[in-house]
């Protein structure tokens, strides 16, 4: 059974500082953030590359567990990098929230 869709308007927060860090930190990293429907909302894209999926896998389980994401664990997936040389990385997002609109403008 598919989650009834809340529109970004709807989740505006309060985040609290736990998830705030998360969100800081990755964005220092391997992270970034995406500007969705005509600018009404942000998510943030996280990915490694499957070599550090382990960290992923925890860091997305501490996401899923705060209410941001899917629970539904990422998957490896191949990628072509440069020069033809198959990447093997895992992704996810978490939800779209107008609340975070700040850290794309930062």
């Known amino acids: ?7 970004s308007e709807s989740r505006v927060g309060p985040h609290n500082n736990d998830i705030l860090s998360i969100f800081y930190g990755t964005l220092l990293g391997d ?5 969705r429907n005509l600018g009404n909302g942000t ?3 996280i990915s ?4 550090r999926g382990s960290y992923l896998l925890y860091l997305h389980s ?9 629970p539904t664990p990422p998957k490896i997936q191949s990628r072509l990098g440069t020069k033809g040389q198959l990447r093997y990385v895992m992704r996810f ?3 779209t929230y107008s609340g975070l609109n ?5």
């Open 102 to 106: 700040f850290l794309h403008d930062a």
């Open 93 to 95: 997002h978490t939800y």
């Open 62 to 70: 501490l996401i899923a567990d705060l209410g941001y994401c899917n």
């Open 31 to 35: 992270a970034h953030a995406e500007r």
């Open 48 to 51: 490694q590359e499957s070599n």
């Open 43 to 45: 998510r943030i894209s």
């Open 1 to 7: 059974m598919l989650a009834k869709r809340i529109p």
